[in-house]
């Protein structure tokens, strides 16, 4: 039997020995055996994998560190490196340095062992991290050395409990206006207007200041205490009037963020609020900042008040991450949970509505989006799930695992995840091993920092060697007498089509890209596109697979194979 054939693209990518027996699906004959070096392109052919550029040593090589993005518009981005208690910045692959040409730094209160906890979101020239062991902070860049990281000055925190509030009289100085420093004076009865009654007993403590107190319809931050009796603060939102309030009319409330409680975890902005959750003793609240004020938690019922809201659920699964599109989704370590109002209006205190469509859980690597979709690993960190939202679809909510097809090569687990849009849209993921996906990376060394040129040269761009591999599937093809998988069979009259590429090989031989011509020594070889007819291969029983290879630093982008398969079943 003969037939012409032509594989015409790679987009199942490097497909799971699992599937080698699964001829009889299109993302076999889609597929290869391996893909090492290469990526896959949306159109379909499989390119040489881009280099990497060396751009500075992290502070300290013996310890961990990690890149974060600040993307403030088109023409300013840059890379922070966040090591053991400080951050360093990076742009247009360039470190940033002061005037005496040292490396720009700033301080930071994560550790090495605290990075890759922090979760991040940034709106301008606004960033906010979180770490359940450090109080959320705020990043601002002011100047292009000019950068300020400090604990977020939130207006005001958001409180759940109540402490047990002394029953005594309690007079507020002022009751206007925000921001304003006040004074709260306790006394065992009414003061009046101009009386000074007694003061006995319990009032007011140390473990008072940070928290707040609701008085007369307003709210009051503790700053100090002064005595038992007579308390500083600051105002948070109007008092209604300065006359004195009763015993059990006022009440004294600590916010649920402290160091004994933990702070928030997972945090992202929705619907122009601030949202943070997940903090160690509320694993699955959420809790959302008032409608364009991101520093203040002040819970109310109007729509534009802050909202804090309790996931429910079987299982008692922490929130580790918080992402947005269509809605808002928390990812917990034991399943998904979608936010939205139930309708096309926006979240309000009084409208909201929970579901949990699925059950599959996260791990601590930050999820990423990509068009409509959000990409997270799976809790134990060998999958690869991509989470869709469209209420207008029949199937508003699918979540997909996108490593079916290839498991094994994130079967070792993974560490961390990016997603590069241009030029071409990829997602890269570190495993366990260190082996980026995708791409190998072995071990080279440069002796010394140093390299000796065979030649003189005015400009040289170094690099570490690396070989691109392209090993195809065998192909099936259905005769009278039923499949070819094991019959003597041949791969014969090869044409591969190639786009810009040359210096390739095929089955270990050279595929000849130059031409005899007038003036081409000392010239590079000329970017081949087109057809390249490679001839005839021997019989082959069982396995027909075809190798190819880029081993030069040259450009290879390979478009589709077309040959001629020969099948013998005797």
Not at 344 to 354: G, L, Y
Not at 435 to 455: C, D, E, H, K
Request: charged share 20%.
């Amino acid at each position: 039997m003969r037939a012409n054939l032509i594989k015409t693209n790679f987009t199942a990518g490097e497909v799971s020995p699992r599937l080698m027996g699964r001829v009889d699906i299109a993302r076999y004959a889609n597929g290869a055996k391996i893909i090492e070096n290469a990526v896959v392109v949306v159109q379909g052919g499989v390119v040489r994998r881009p280099g990497t550029r060396f751009a500075a040593s992290t502070k300290y090589g013996n310890k961990k560190s990690r890149l974060i993005p600040y993307v403030f518009n088109r023409s300013q981005a840059y890379m922070l490196e966040f090591g053991d208690g400080y951050m360093r910045i990076f742009q247009n692959g360039k470190q940033l340095v002061n005037e005496d040409n040292t490396p720009y730094e700033i301080v930071s209160p994560y550790t090495s062992d605290m990075l890759s906890a922090v979760n991040y979101v940034q709106g301008a020239d606004t960033m906010f991290l979180v770490h359940q062991s450090v109080k959320p902070h705020r990043l601002q860049r002011r100047g292009q050395t000019d950068w300020v990281l400090e604990p977020a000055p939130f207006i005001v925190e958001p409180f759940d409990e109540v402490r047990d509030t002394p029953q005594k009289w309690c007079k507020p100085s002022v009751k206007e206006f925000v921001g304003s420093e006040i004074t709260l004076t306790l006394s065992d009865a009414d003061p009046g207007d101009n009386t000074s009654p007694p003061f006995t007993g319990a009032g007011w403590v140390a473990q008072d200041v940070g928290s707040y107190v609701r008085i007369n319809e307003g709210l009051v931050l503790i700053k100090s205490i002064t005595s038992s009796q007579v308390a500083v603060g600051t105002i948070r939102s109007d008092l209604s009037a300065t006359q004195a309030a009763s015993p059990g009319s006022w009440t004294r409330e600590d916010t649920v963020w402290t160091d004994e409680f933990g702070y928030p975890g997972a945090v992202t902005l929705y619907q122009q609020r601030l949202v943070l959750a997940g903090s160690p003793k509320y694993p699955q609240t959420i809790w959302w900042s008032e409608t364009g004020v991101y520093l203040s938690f002040e819970i109310g019922t109007e729509d534009d008040d802050a909202i804090s809201f309790t996931l429910s659920s079987d299982q008692l699964n922490p929130i580790v991450h918080l992402a947005q599109m269509n809605t808002l989704i928390a990812l917990t370590y034991g399943g998904e949970f979608t936010i939205t109002s139930g309708n096309d209006a926006a979240i309000t205190p009084t409208n909201i509505s929970v579901k949990n469509p699925s059950p599959y859980g996260c791990n601590g690597i930050r999820p990423v989006r990509v068009g409509t979709e959000i990409m997270f690993v799976q809790r134990a960190g060998r999958k690869l799930y991509a989470v869709a939202y469209d209420p207008d679809s029949f199937v508003s909510y699918s979540a997909n695992d996108m490593t079916v097809l290839a498991e094994h090569i994130t079967s070792g687990g993974v560490l961390d995840m990016a997603y590069q849009q241009q030029p071409d849209a990829f997602i890269w993921m570190v495993r366990a091993d260190g082996v980026a996906v995708t791409m190998a990376m072995p071990q080279y060394t440069v002796s010394s920092g140093q390299i000796t040129l065979s030649r003189p040269a005015k400009s040289v761009e170094i690099g570490l060697h690396f070989e691109s591999t392209i090993e195809t599937l065998s192909p099936e093809v259905q005769t009278t007498e039923g499949t070819t998988q094991n019959a003597k069979k041949r791969t014969s009259e090869v044409t591969m089509r190639f786009l810009e590429t040359t210096g390739a090989e095929c089955n270990g031989q050279v595929i000849p890209f130059r031409r005899f011509g007038p003036k081409i020594l000392n010239q590079p070889a000329p970017l081949f596109t087109g057809d390249h007819y490679w001839g005839k291969l021997g019989w082959e029983r069982g396995e027909d697979t075809l190798l190819i290879q880029q081993r030069q630093p040259l450009p290879f982008h390979l478009l589709a194979i077309i040959f001629t398969f020969t099948s013998n079943g005797s």
